[in-house]
């Protein structure tokens, strides 16, 4: 794949917060001014750096425990500044070659480990080569696969496609320097590199069992189990903090301030991430001043304004996504949500979503508008595929489906040969547990297919999120809500996941379209944006002829803190905080 150096990344440009977060009531007085108390609703899936893939572990692995070459400016997204290594690589600076193929990071010196052990080179390098190889099913390899090694996974149809020769040869060491070789000019490299090359020591590593960088034993630590790993519940990075524990039981991360830190030691010294499912419970500590931060969905906004001493950071820009999936190939062992497995009225076949008129029929069976109203108090608009506003190639005025109950109904009539009408269904839809917007997105689902045909019926169950997750990455799920954060500032992230046959969705759901995956090739091959902008729409117009998902929404942010944090910013890409330069005062 190619991508001219300095390619355009995004069509609008992310402005910069103010990083005071207002005042205070007067007299007030300042809860455990060291601590820091953030409430979820979702839990991490891993604390593994390299097999992470989901918000809430990213915030804590990064940018507060694990750091990468470069950072991003703030709020900026694209403009970088250096973090592990001393330069950010350019034409200009020489770093990076004039075709683009190398990139050169002088990495910096005397910078510690959490576990007192210096970073070198060859750590940085063994990195970037576990990241790539450990690439685990439904997981981030794929981000620096692409552009190093030109391929999007290390197996094709579950074997092993790559030799340790083929990806060791794109990252090497040279003196004080790690180079990287692209496979091919890939003009969002360093934005992946902002966001995706986290660090750790490989002495550590090898020591608790892990790849020891040898070339002769990589494939038994290929596609691993997440709690095969020792880093699944340790960590050991460079950052401002480190971590102290990961209560699973009591659902709670616990950071330490890091003293050691090669930048000035962080002005917070522990940081508290608890999983905290029901909204009334994070807000009654969020009044009392016992939590600092807390998830707020869109329907419960109303429930934290003019509270006393809180602040809300509202219509912060987002490039991410809400839909609503269809597994394809559904994985119906043991499986309850498929009901008999069978489409006779009292469950689905495994099959069921592969008949293109039933995905049209949701599609129009969903209700967009009272979605959005509902489930995001107006603030989102409806996108017409994974080409998100704010991305080179997203087209207004391309076609997206609208709620209509007459053409929902006219195309469950052609399903499976015209026997579903008559015949009937039922199935379980799933969301993961105290996200609200999801949950209501659901019951739409449920209320205006269940009007249609007394014989279709809808069933809607909550799960934990990291079962959620495990659960939709074992081809479990049915139809499920699920949404797609930045990952890099770039069309190529929305389309790859979604479009692309090795791409995280369809991966899950079994999704396949040759012309998809063409076109996805070409547009990140391509250094000309108007090019690019064209492919990108032709894209979305696949998305709309196949419905491998329903488009749902594209919702703004919005925070919701004490008056007390200074320091707070805004960075879409981090989707979580940045512990760094918060304080209390």
Same mark, same amino acid.
């Given at each position: 794949?190619?991508?001219r150096?300095?390619?355009?990344i995004?069509?609008s440009?992310l402005?910069?917060?103010?990083?005071?977060?207002?005042?205070?009531?007067?007299?007030?007085?300042?809860k455990?001014?060291?601590?820091?108390?953030?409430?979820?609703?979702g839990?991490?899936q891993?604390?593994?750096?390299?097999?992470?893939?989901?918000t809430?572990?990213?915030e804590?692995?990064?940018?507060?425990?694990?750091?990468?070459?470069i950072g991003?400016?703030?709020?900026?997204? &694209?403009?970088?500044?250096?973090?592990?290594?001393?330069?950010?690589?350019?034409?200009?600076?020489?770093?990076?070659?004039?075709?683009?193929?190398?990139?050169?990071?002088?990495?910096?010196?005397?910078?510690?480990?959490?576990?007192?052990?210096v970073?070198t080179?060859?750590?940085?390098?063994?990195?970037?080569?576990r990241?790539?190889?450990?690439d685990v099913?439904?997981?981030?390899a794929?981000?620096?696969?692409?552009?190093?090694?030109?391929?999007?996974s290390?197996?094709?149809?579950?074997?092993?496609?790559?030799?340790y020769?083929?990806?060791?040869?794109?990252?090497?060491?040279?003196?004080?320097?790690v180079?990287?070789?692209?496979?091919?000019?890939?003009?969002?490299?360093?934005?992946?590199?902002a966001?995706?090359s986290?660090?750790?020591?490989?002495?550590?590593?090898?020591?608790h069992?892990?790849?020891?960088?040898?070339?002769g034993?990589?494939?038994?630590?290929?596609n691993?189990?997440?709690q095969?790993?020792?880093?699944?519940?340790?960590?050991?990075?460079t950052g401002?903090f480190?971590?102290?524990?990961?209560?699973r039981?009591?659902?709670?991360?616990?950071?330490?301030?890091?003293?050691a830190y090669?930048?000035?030691p962080?002005?917070?010294?522990?940081?508290?991430?608890?999983?905290?499912?029901e909204f009334?419970?994070?807000?009654l500590?969020l009044?009392?001043?016992?939590?600092?931060?807390?998830?707020?969905?869109?329907?419960?906004?109303?429930?934290?304004?003019?509270?006393?001493?809180v602040?809300?950071?509202?219509?912060?820009?987002?490039?991410?996504?809400?839909a609503?999936?269809?597994?394809?190939?559904?994985?119906?062992?043991?499986?309850?949500d498929?009901?008999s497995?069978?489409?006779?009225g009292?469950?689905?076949p495994?099959?069921?979503f592969?008949?293109v008129?039933v995905?049209?029929?949701?599609?129009?069976?969903?209700?967009?508008?009272?979605f959005?109203?509902?489930?995001?108090?107006g603030?989102?608009?409806?996108?017409n595929g994974?080409i998100?506003q704010?991305?080179?190639?997203?087209?207004?005025?391309l076609?997206?489906y609208?709620?209509?109950?007459a053409?929902?109904v006219?195309?469950?009539?052609e399903?499976w040969g015209?026997?579903? @009408?008559?015949?009937g269904?039922?199935?379980?839809?799933t969301?993961?547990?105290g996200?609200t917007?999801?949950?209501?997105?659901?019951?739409?689902?449920?209320?205006?297919v269940?009007?249609?045909?007394?014989?279709?019926k809808?069933?809607?169950?909550?799960?934990?999120w990291?079962?959620?997750?495990?659960?939709?990455?074992?081809h479990?799920?049915?139809?499920?809500?699920?949404?797609w954060?930045v990952?890099y500032p770039?069309?190529?992230?929305? &389309?790859?996941?979604f479009?692309s046959?090795?791409?995280?969705?369809?991966?899950r759901?079994?999704?396949?379209?040759?012309?998809?995956?063409r076109?996805?090739?070409?547009?990140?091959?391509?250094?000309d944006p108007?090019?690019?902008?064209?492919l990108?729409?032709?894209l979305?117009q696949?998305?709309?002829?196949?419905?491998?998902?329903? @488009? &749902?929404a594209q919702?703004?942010q919005f925070?919701?803190?004490r008056s007390?944090?200074?320091?707070?910013? @805004?960075?879409t890409?981090?989707?979580?905080?940045d512990?760094?330069p918060?304080?209390?005062?």
């Open positions: 794949m190619i991508r150096v300095g390619a355009l995004l069509v440009v402005v910069v917060l103010t990083l005071g977060a207002g005042g205070r009531v007067t007299g007030q007085a300042v455990n001014q060291d601590t820091f108390v953030t409430l979820r609703f839990d991490p891993t604390l593994d750096p390299d097999t992470q893939y989901d809430a572990s990213y804590i692995v990064y940018p507060n425990v694990y750091e990468t070459l991003y400016n703030g709020s900026v997204l &694209a403009t970088y500044v250096p973090r592990l290594a001393t330069e950010v690589p350019s034409l200009a600076n020489g770093l990076i070659s004039k075709d683009g193929l190398t990139y050169t990071f002088p990495i910096r010196t005397g910078v510690k480990f959490h576990d007192g052990s970073l080179p060859e750590d940085v390098r063994y990195s970037m080569l990241f790539m190889l450990q099913d439904g997981g981030p794929w981000l620096l696969l692409t552009p190093l090694v030109g391929k999007e290390t197996r094709d149809k579950g074997k092993i496609a790559v030799t020769q083929e990806v060791a040869k794109t990252v090497t060491v040279q003196g004080n320097n180079v990287f070789h692209l496979h091919s000019p890939y003009g969002a490299f360093l934005s992946i590199i966001a995706w986290f660090v750790m020591p490989k002495a550590w590593a090898a020591a069992g892990d790849w020891d960088g040898s070339p034993t990589w494939q038994k630590f290929n691993p189990k997440l095969d790993r020792y880093e699944f519940d340790h960590m050991n990075g401002p480190k971590l102290e524990s990961w209560d039981q009591a659902k709670q991360v616990t950071l330490l301030r890091n003293d090669w930048r000035a962080a002005q917070l010294a522990r940081i508290v991430i608890r999983t905290v499912t009334t419970t994070r807000r500590q009044q009392q001043g016992d939590a600092d931060l807390i998830d707020v969905n869109r329907p419960e906004q109303s429930q934290v304004q003019g509270m006393a001493g602040t809300i950071r509202d219509d912060l820009p987002q490039l991410l996504i809400q609503f999936h269809f597994n394809f190939k559904i994985d119906a062992t043991g499986n309850p498929v009901g497995g069978k489409l006779d009292n469950g689905i495994p099959d069921f592969s008949d008129h995905r049209k029929g949701f599609a129009y069976a969903f209700d967009y508008g009272t959005i109203r509902d489930g995001y108090r603030k989102a608009i409806q996108p994974p998100i704010g991305l080179l190639g997203y087209d207004p005025s076609p997206k609208t709620f209509d109950k053409k929902a006219a195309e469950f009539k399903a015209g026997k579903l @009408w008559d015949t269904f039922k199935f379980t839809l969301y993961n547990t996200n917007p999801r949950q209501i997105g659901a019951q739409v689902v449920k209320d205006v269940e009007s249609l045909n007394p014989k279709f809808i069933d809607v169950r909550n799960l934990q990291s079962t959620f997750l495990s659960a939709t990455n074992a479990k799920g049915t139809l499920y809500a699920l949404g954060a990952d770039d069309p190529d992230d929305f &389309a790859q996941p479009l046959s090795k791409g995280d969705y369809p991966q759901n079994s999704y396949h379209n040759p012309e998809a995956d076109l996805i090739g070409e547009a990140a091959g391509s250094s108007a090019t690019r902008k064209d990108y729409r032709k979305t696949i998305a709309y002829n196949d419905v491998p998902s329903i @488009w &749902a919702p703004t925070k919701v803190m007390w944090v200074r320091g707070w910013y @805004w960075n890409v981090y989707g979580g905080e512990y760094y918060l304080s209390k005062q």
